[in-house]
């Protein structure tokens, strides 16, 4: 099974990335592969559950159910902890399904199965 | 990897440089472009000079673009010791990325 | 001699003249077409503003002239459906049932496509390199 990596960087909404890189996960796993999203630094907000009806308030996608969707589709989001604990978000306060590691772990997993690798 | 801008942020550093302090010891090249090249400046904050140090120490290949070091102003007796300049940057990286390594990165 | 038939895939999502990256994927490109690769790009997001026919950058490194320039040496280029729709580039409306992507405003040889489509696209490159994301 073919992998992707997609680093997001970038908190929802300033910038597209967040989605942009989950709207392409979702390409890249309903074709049989399998796709990691490392949320790292302020792409952890992305991760957020409770977000608000984003296409009636801002005209955006709202990222919490992309992530649920993508998760559905077998893909594995990952929030970095060092970034989350930074912002004061808690586990509790992120979708479920959503996991937590490192960020020398999540190194890790882009060297483990980073056979294509976008960073947004 | 390709880098092409600075970290801006520890947090930012740690996203680029991790994956490089994770693999010391093996076959690694980073190729500067852009801004990317501001990087190879010594004597730089460790936010913005210490991840291509820690390369250069781990024995990684750093290859950086004269063109851009040209445009933006650096001579080469700014730039950290043990690093390549290349005209060609972007047909070295090809022949690494397509032929030699297992993982791209690029920034 | 290298694999001609290895690919690289490339995927840009930074829009040109605003900054580098659409500068510094189109010398990339450039080479990998040089020693023989075959190359497909994506355009995402504002980056599909590089399709733009008659761009007149004056001084500024010309992204239309060489990704048209590209795509006569061989490089696919696909532009995101989507965003091209939301930017003005195509209708994508159905027409004898089939989208219209027929356009005086984007450079010949530029190809339209889904996110699926680039996921395909994605399948088939050994390597992948991404512009203007992080």
Not at chain 1, 8 to 20: I, L, R, W
Not at chain 1, 96 to 120: C, F, K, N, W, Y
Not at chain 2, 56 to 74: E, H, N, P, Q, Y
């Amino acid at each position: 099974m073919a992998k992707l990596i997609m680093d997001v960087g970038h908190a929802p909404f300033g910038h597209e990335n967040a989605y942009a890189g989950f709207f392409v996960t979702m390409g890249w796993v309903s074709i049989g592969n399998q796709g990691f999203v490392l949320l790292r630094g302020e792409g952890v907000h992305a991760a957020r559950k409770g977000q608000g009806d984003t296409m009636m308030e801002i005209g955006l996608p709202q990222t919490e159910k992309l992530v649920n969707d993508i998760i559905g589709e077998g893909a594995r989001v990952i929030a970095e902890k060092e970034a989350l604990r930074a912002r004061n978000i808690t586990p509790e306060m992120l979708i479920q399904g959503v996991e937590i590691m490192s960020s020398s772990e999540l190194d890790a997993v882009v060297l483990e199965h980073g056979e294509r690798v976008l960073t947004l | 990897m390709l880098l092409m801008r600075t970290p801006s942020t520890e947090e930012d550093n740690a996203r680029i440089f991790g994956v490089l302090d994770h693999v010391q010891g093996r076959d690694v090249a980073v190729y500067l472009l852009g801004d990317g090249v501001l990087c190879a400046r010594k004597g730089q904050a460790p936010l913005i000079g210490g991840g291509i140090e820690r390369a250069l120490c781990s024995g990684a290949k750093v290859v950086v673009g004269a063109r851009d070091l040209r445009a933006r102003g650096v001579p080469a007796t700014e730039l950290l010791d043990g690093l390549e300049v290349a005209e060609d940057l972007e047909g070295s990286f090809i022949d690494d990325a397509m032929e030699r390594v297992d993982r791209v990165i690029t920034w | 001699m290298v694999n001609q038939q290895k690919t690289l895939g490339v995927m840009i999502i930074s829009p040109p003249f605003g900054n580098q990256y659409a500068d510094h994927m189109c010398r990339t490109i450039s080479r990998a077409l040089d020693k023989g690769y075959r190359v497909e790009i994506f355009l995402y997001g504002d980056s599909v503003h590089a399709q733009m026919n008659a761009q007149r950058p004056k001084t500024f490194y010309p992204v239309g002239k060489v990704l048209k320039e590209l795509i006569d040496r061989g490089a696919v280029v696909y532009s995101c459906e989507i965003c091209s729709i939301a930017r003005g580039y195509i209708s994508g409306e159905l027409k004898d049932g089939k989208k219209d992507y027929s356009s005086t405003k984007v450079i010949e040889g530029v190809q339209f496509t889904t996110i699926f489509g680039f996921a395909e696209m994605l399948n088939r490159a050994d390597k992948v390199v991404c512009f203007g994301g992080s």
